[in-house]
């Protein structure tokens, strides 16, 4: 069958779905950019960069550009007559002729990043990351996998509660930070090596749980997990994939992320592994003598985001073979902790931080639909006797792991499971509070009491700037003060994502429904006694009746049914796309000339995508810095002059002039005649010693 622009077959039985909405990309006619400066050849790249692989060329700063369009009027023929008559009306109105410049100037970076912009979307609408972060559908998934984990991890720590409430609280305390080191003096490595975790604050399937690095963006969750379950004894197990955010910005690997595969039990996990490195030496082809590598490689088949591996059209084919490379830890999760101030420590703020933390859990819990028996008011209500304290670090635990939200940290939540595993949010850091902090206070009160100035440096390494400490206490303060205003909001939030989302991905749905109905019908024939045959191509079955044929289509040609869903979501995926202000897409680079090159410079804008020119800044601290040097230079010279004038004087007359230099360098070049007279009278010939005698060797 033929296939539309995204390689997606498109039905020919029956009524014709529309193909899918796709950006119509102007063609441009190629055209060589020059630097007005001085062009020069640069030498061939050995590795092409990102960008390229939407646009050809980069964009033209607004002096380069115009230099180009007067070269391109001179290609065009222009003759002399006409280039005279053109210099004479720039020259009676050159207002009129810069703001011309200007203006196509604007309309030609807006038409650039534009292109590029639809460009990165008909590269990327296809791509796992890229439907879950603009398609609403895939949004309301991500947000339903995010209230699944939380809804687990609540009933994890029901459990342990439940089994030793005692050990869950000592193993929950957060008063036994102690800092080794000044705060003036620069670590050398992490905190956290030095102290115990408090295990009651990670997270209970770390032990279960891989991290998979660097991988394309063209490589899906479910390649991923194909991939693993091939090098797995039990293929039928389970395994949950949370991938990261992607890296815009990353010069090297732009819109590269990471992902972690939660496995059902350790176990799986070390059987994964020790396959996947057996793989790897076989690979090799020698066998180590003590493999210990900490990072493994294994390959993922990724020719068809959908899992199509042959083309739907009359003329046969296959997908072009494709696979990529990723990389997988085998250690464990490193966990960072870190030890808060004295101020923030203090006990004074035990009891109001608690009031505060138990409200946020409660307005969390009813947001993220957490079942009842499991909610923080419920798991704390036998708690009751327990001090302030206990309470207080049992709540920051249960907020961290069920909820995902960092108290201490700026009050903040994440959406992303796998950004906080990778320690790249707020949430990935556990603090503890200082111990001792009240006794520290109280001897700064005491140090500042006596007028001493600045407070005596202590041996705990606490800061002694008691600005530095207020300020810490105010901004904690306000973080709290927002995120207790915010707990309204989430209370009232009855959907997933928001209304509009919820919607749209309902309506989605629908289509859904409708879309697997419409291509079951167009690809199957039934003949006259009712027998129904398969209409691809490539497998022409026949069946007893429609019913065989659906259940065929489903099992056997499932990865076309997922391709022809998949168009769904494109409208409403084009529609975010068009509404965001600022885009995962890599900066464009800029050609400011030969004085600085290629400059990167970020597209911005929701209906007009546009990028700055950088090169009028660039210029403008060029321009400062050679003043800059002008200014050093005439500030040295009045110096040298300065010093000689003062040497003058001390001397009360003209400085007499140095002494010459003597020049010992010899030019052997330089060839002189010179007469030497020889003489012979007085010569001393050397008297030669007597030889020894040798002795004779005797024969025996």
């Given at each position: ?14 009524a014709k779905r529309?193909p899918?909405?796709?950006y ?25 960069r ?9 964009m033209l ?11 391109d009027q001179?290609d065009q023929?222009r ?15 050159p ?41 609403p559908?895939g ?11 939380a ?9 342990d509660?439940?089994r ?25 490595h992490?905190d ?13 399937f ?24 091939d ?10 994939v ?32 020790s ?11 020698h ?16 020719s068809d985001?959908?899992?199509r ?10 997908v072009?073979h ?5 990389f ?15 101020a ?40 009751a ?23 201490y940290n ?21 603090h ?11 001897k700064?009160?005491?140090g ?29 303060d306000e ?19 928001n ?14 429904k ?9 690809h ?5 006694d ?6 691809f191509h ?7 009746d ?7 289509l489903?099992k ?11 168009k ?23 050609d ?25 800044e660039?210029w403008?601290?060029?321009e400062?810095r ?8 005439a ?8 010093r ?8 009360d ?36 010693p007597?030889?020894?005698?040798k ?6």
């Open positions: 069958m033929p296939v539309d622009e995204f390689g997606r077959e498109i039905p020919v039985y029956g529309p899918s909405p796709r119509d990309l102007p063609v441009e006619e190629p055209r060589s950019y020059r630097s007005r400066r001085a062009p020069s050849e640069s030498p061939p790249r050995r590795r092409s990102p960008i390229e692989r939407y646009v050809q060329e980069p700063c607004q002096f380069v550009w115009k230099d180009q369009v007067q070269r001179e023929g003759g002399s007559e006409g280039e005279s008559i053109v210099k004479q009306e720039k020259e009676q109105q207002g009129p002729v810069k703001d011309e410049y200007k203006e196509s100037y604007d309309e030609y970076r807006q038409r650039y990043c534009l292109n590029y912009v639809r460009q990165f979307f008909n590269e990327h609408m296809d791509d796992s990351w890229f439907r879950n972060r603009y398609s559908l949004r309301k998934r991500i947000v339903e996998q995010h209230l699944e984990r809804s687990a991890e609540a009933q994890v720590v029901r459990r509660l439940e030793d409430p005692e050990l869950f609280m000592r193993c929950a305390s957060l008063g036994s930070g102690i800092k080794e080191r000044s705060a003036g003096l620069k670590r050398k992490d956290s090596k030095d102290m115990n975790v408090p295990t009651s604050h990670v997270l209970s770390t032990n279960r749980v891989v991290r998979l690095m660097d991988i394309p963006p063209h490589v899906t969750e479910n390649q991923l997990v194909t991939a693993l379950l090098h797995s004894s039990n293929p039928a197990i389970q395994i949950q949370f991938s990261g955010s992607v890296r815009a910005q990353d010069e090297t690997n732009p819109l590269y992320r990471d992902a972690f595969c939660v496995f059902e039990s350790p176990e799986i996990k070390q059987d994964i592994l396959s996947i490195q057996k793989a790897s030496v076989e690979s090799e082809g066998v180590p003598r003590k493999d210990d590598r900490k990072v493994l490689e294994f390959d993922v088949e990724c985001p959908y899992g591996l042959e083309v739907e059209d009359e003329a046969g084919g296959t072009p494709r696979k990529a490379s990723i997988i830890a085998t250690g464990n999760l490193p966990q960072r902790v870190v030890v808060l101030s004295a923030v420590s203090s006990k004074d703020r035990i009891a109001k931080d608690k009031e505060a933390a138990c409200l946020m859990a409660r307005a969390l819990d009813l947001m993220h639909k957490i079942p009842n028996d499991c909610r923080l008011d419920n798991l704390i209500e036998p708690l006797i327990c001090s302030n304290e206990d309470i207080l670090d049992v709540s920051i635990a249960y907020l961290r792991r069920v909820h995902l939200f960092s108290f700026g009050c903040v939540r994440s959406d992303n499971f796998a950004d906080v595993l990778s320690g790249n949010h707020p949430t990935s850091t556990i503890l509070r200082l111990k001792g902090a009240d006794d520290i206070l109280h700064a009160k005491e500042t009491a006596e007028g001493n100035g600045d407070i005596a440096k202590l041996t705990d390494g606490e800061e002694s700037n008691s600005k530095a400490t207020d300020l810490l206490v105010m901004r904690l973080s709290i003060r927002k995120a207790s205003e915010a707990t309204k909001d989430w209370v009232t939030n009855d959907g997933f994502v209304p509009t989302v919820d919607a749209e991905a309902s309506e989605i749905e629908v289509l859904e409708q879309t697997k109905t419409e291509w079951i019908d167009h199957g024939v039934v003949d006259s009712g027998r129904a045959r398969c209409s490539f497998c022409r079955k026949l069946f007893k429609m019913n065989f044929l659906e259940k065929h489903r056997k040609h499932s990865e076309f049914l997922k391709a022809e869903i998949a769904c979501h494109d409208s409403y995926m084009m529609r975010a796309w068009d509404g965001e202000e600022c885009r995962p897409v890599p900066s464009i680079l800029v400011c000339g030969s004085n600085f090159g290629l400059v990167p410079s970020q597209v911005v804008g929701s209906t007009s995508p546009i990028a700055e020119d950088p090169e009028p660039l403008k601290k060029e400062e050679r003043k800059r040097l002008t200014e050093q230079e500030q040295r010279h009045q110096h040298r002059h300065r000689l004038n003062d040497q003058n004087d001390h001397n007359g003209p400085l007499s002039a140095p002494p010459p230099r003597r020049n010992n360098f010899v030019d052997v070049d330089d060839m002189k005649e010179e007469k030497v007279a020889l003489s012979f009278e007085n010569v001393e010939v050397p008297v030669q007597p030889k020894k005698k002795k004779k060797k005797k024969l025996l």
